[in-house]
């Protein structure tokens, strides 16, 4: 049993770093087809994510969202739903958020910063609930449900920023809200730079949202449901309860992403001012391997190539697209894990065992009995391809 568990560590860990390896080495083979060199390329990278003026707190500062929305997919993952919607509601939690902090005057930044936080979970709480209430009550699929309301978030921001809208700064020459009251400014973490304390608040969600999935009565519901649907049913969990809640927790940490970003460094919102930060976070989530302590660490480092991508492609002209590259090779190795255990030649790890129910049945036996299972039956779970 030890020699399995370390097993399963080792291939926690190997996996994701064997990805990643392989997206860097398509994306040298891109950049020698460009005609430049790919160790001056990825030099510059680095450069631009660590060691330049102010590069790490830039860098940190990228980090925030992706830790808020890497956790937003990773839960959907563990109840085997696929939130691409985390981009639309990452939009309602920044109108949410800011409509509270202009629009709110005379309160202390203590109760403003709060409540306009509050907001931006609430606005993104409600848009994911939406994708789940459909897909509990009619089946429609999440993937699709959520790439429609991504446009409808698009549009209804632009309409509420755009040509004299209900959020409209009348004042300004280009479309966007007004700038935020002070009080509900997210304090500076360091100064001379823009890193402020929603680090602090992004490191919290992280053993928060851990904690929720594995110590909860909620969480054994959302990864009962995404080991199997049926037999979570027949233990007397309502799935579709469960569909909805997991889609508005999803949407809720979306949409406090989305809240931070204004609150803590735009303090205004312009018509258009997230450039894929939430489908990014799928790739995030898919590199942790739906894992809330690994989020950390692959938030970081997909923050660390988005800070950098600008110096490189000033430094070297290789065009900061090639982070792009990076990502999709990552997603790909990461959801075919099979294939890179056929190219590097890797052990499968086999199953842990199973232990059944009892007579009573699921919903006689233990949460423990109920867990295992369902994880003996058959599955159609996300969880099959690594997340």
């Known amino acids: ?37 790919p160790i001056d390329a990825f030099g510059a990278l680095f450069q631009g994510a660590f060691t ?19 956790l937003a997919v990773a839960v959907g993952f563990r109840a085997g739903l696929f939130n691409i919607g985390a981009e639309g509601q990452f939009y309602l939690g920044a109108v949410f958020g800011v409509f509270v902090g202009f629009h709110l005057h005379g309160l202390p930044g203590v109760a403003h910063i709060p409540l306009a936080i509050l907001a931006g979970m609430l606005g993104g709480f409600l848009w994911g609930a939406i994708p789940g209430i459909l897909k509990a009550r009619f089946g429609a699929h999440e993937v699709i449900t ?10 209804l921001t632009d309409w509420l920023i755009n040509n004299k809208g209900p959020l409209a700064d009348v004042h300004a020459s280009a479309p966007k809200t007004p700038y935020i009251d002070i ?56 799935v579709a309860g469960t569909l909805v809640l997991v889609m508005g927790i999803s949407g809720a940490l979306s949409g406090l992403a989305g809240a931070d970003e204004i609150l803590g ?40 190539m988005r800070s950098g991508a600008g110096f490189m492609q000033l430094e070297t002209q290789v ?23 056929w190219i590097f030649r ?8 199973v232990s059944i129910a009892g007579a009573g049945g699921l919903a006689g ?12 039956a058959p599955t159609t779970s996300l969880e099959d391809t690594g997340t």
């Open 365 to 376: 036996g233990s949460p423990a009995s109920a867990a295992s299972a369902a994880s003996a």
């Open 183 to 238: 009080t509900a400014q997210i304090p500076i973490l360091l100064t001379g730079t823009r890193l402020h304390v929603g680090l602090l608040l992004a490191i919290v969600a992280v053993p928060a949202v851990w904690f929720l999935l594995e110590r909860t009565t909620v969480g054994f519901r959302i990864r009962v449901v995404g080991l199997n649907a049926t037999a979570a049913r027949a233990s007397g969990i309502s």
């Open 52 to 70: 330049n003026r102010n590069a790490l707190p830039e860098t940190l500062v990228a980090t925030i969202p992706y830790v808020f929305l890497g």
């Open 146 to 155: 959520t790439i429609m309301l991504n446009y409808v978030a698009y549009l």
């Open 265 to 304: 460094v735009s303090h205004f919102m312009p018509a258009s001012f997230s450039i894929g930060y939430g489908f990014d976070a799928i790739a995030v989530a898919l590199l942790a391997r739906s894992n809330p302590w690994a989020i950390a660490p692959a938030a970081f480092l997909f923050g660390a």
């Open 346 to 353: 890797l052990r499968e790890t086999p199953s842990a065992p």
């Open 1 to 37: 049993m030890r020699a399995l568990a370390s097993r399963r560590v080792r291939d926690a860990v190997l996996l994701p770093a064997i990805s990643l390896v392989c997206g860097f080495a398509v994306a040298a083979v891109a950049v020698v087809l460009s005609g430049a060199n």
């Open 319 to 341: 065009s900061s697209d090639l982070i792009s590259i990076v990502q999709a090779t990552v997603i790909i190795f990461v959801a075919a894990p099979l294939l890179v255990r």
